[in-house]
């Protein structure tokens, strides 16, 4: 199956705008539907959950649909999917739930590839428990992070290991069941960031291999809010800090106050145009995700395969995403000019493709390009051949 390309940015206002995007990393633009949906949430009766009133019934629905679209797009059950602020949000406070049991002499393992929403909390809750961290390194050469990475670094103290899915800035994608594996032979707690790696593979929750999971649905066409999941038993053996009479049954124990309703609805409607990025696929929402990613893949493939051709023709352009099996980011520098520079001429071209280290500070300055990083171009449904090419013109361009 193949994208209708032009089909799908007619759904998304701001491309309206005539900027060639490559930003979609940092956050996609948003289709009307998903515009829609939030606006229904908000000029519809709205209240606290509940089943007295409309407004309440109203709340009662968004949270189960979005739990349901939730649970599709993850293959999770939608009575372990939690929503919260953002992932890192979610992350922090896991961190501290799982931090309650860590001591002295236990081990956290975190890694150099990871956005450091991956590897902060960790690392922070480690220290507060006096548990020692550990990190697993990559090849900077080849940008893998490979199952020997993380062997080398596990021990009998083991507690916790958090992994990227997909590197957000080189676009790495580890084998996370081999990973799981390990992990679990230890005896740890095996966490997976899939903020990333969401918005451009289909996620299967009980495949990771994952004890929790967190991903964003602002990062695949939906509004900011982030998304908890995990094994059922492992959700209800965990006990986060909450107010008294807050809900203690799971996925509430993990949420804290009321839910942003409005941000849910949109991100159902999210899950919904994602699955309708394929139309000819029949059968249930997750058979047609399922068949959505396989068309996007694709898609994106044959466009990441035409600007590592157009970079590999230019001069003095070095490529430092390398990786067998990759997401369609491609992060790059070029010789002469600072990559904040590169970005401000793209800019005024009409491209747009941030520079920076995108909060992969230790995957930044493993490869070398410090706390500058370099820039990066990124792919959304929403990117066409035209985009690309306006991207290859305008880096040729360039004013060195």
């Not at 929403?117 to 961290?133: D, F, Y």
Request: charged share 25%; with cysteine.
């Amino acid at each position: 199956m193949a994208l209708d390309v032009a089909a799908i940015r007619a759904h998304v206002p701001a491309l309206k705008s005539g900027t060639a995007r490559f930003d979609a990393p940092g956050g996609t633009q948003t289709p009307q539907p998903v515009i829609d949906a939030i606006a229904a949430a908000l000029t519809a009766p709205l209240a606290n959950r509940g089943r007295n009133t409309e407004g309440e019934r109203n709340a009662d629905r968004i949270v189960a649909e979005a739990r349901s679209a939730l649970a599709d797009l993850l293959a999770a059950t939608p009575q372990t999917v939690a929503f919260g602020r953002s992932a890192t949000q979610l992350a922090y406070d896991l961190s501290r739930t799982l931090g309650k049991g860590w001591g002295p002499g236990d081990e956290v393992v975190v890694t150099r590839l990871d956005h450091d929403s991956n590897i902060r909390p960790w690392v922070q809750a480690a220290e507060a428990a006096g548990a020692r961290v550990r990190w697993a390194d990559f090849d900077p050469a080849t940008g893998e992070l490979r199952p020997e990475h993380v062997a080398a670094v596990l021990g009998p103290r083991t507690r916790l290991v958090a992994v990227t899915a997909a590197s957000n800035l080189i676009g790495t994608m580890p084998d996370l069941p081999a990973l799981a594996s390990l992990v679990h032979a230890h005896g740890a707690h095996f966490h997976v960031d899939a903020v990333h790696y969401a918005s451009h593979a289909v996620v299967d929750l009980a495949e990771t291999g994952a004890d929790t999971l967190v991903c964003s649905p602002y990062k695949f066409l939906g509004p900011h809010l982030g998304v908890l999941t995990g094994r059922a038993e492992v959700l209800e053996s965990l006990r986060p800090d909450k107010l008294l009479p807050s809900a203690d049954t799971v996925p509430e124990r993990f949420e804290l106050g009321t839910l942003p309703y409005e941000l849910l609805a949109g991100a159902s409607a999210a899950v919904d145009f994602l699955a309708g990025l394929a139309p000819e696929a029949r059968g249930s929402r997750r058979d047609r995700l399922v068949a959505s990613f396989a068309a996007l893949e694709t898609h994106e493939d044959v466009l990441r395969e035409r600007i590592e051709e157009g970079l590999a023709a230019l001069d003095g352009v070095t490529v430092y995403s390398r990786a067998a099996r990759r997401t369609p980011n491609l992060l790059f520098t070029v010789a002469g000019l600072r990559p904040a520079e590169v970005y401000r001429q793209l800019a005024e071209r009409g491209v747009d493709a941030p520079a920076g280290s995108f909060y992969a500070l230790e995957a930044s300055r493993r490869l070398g390009l410090g706390d500058e990083g370099a820039v990066r171009v990124g792919l959304a449904p929403y990117t066409g051949a035209d985009d690309v090419e306006r991207l290859l013109t305008a880096l040729d361009g360039l004013d060195r």
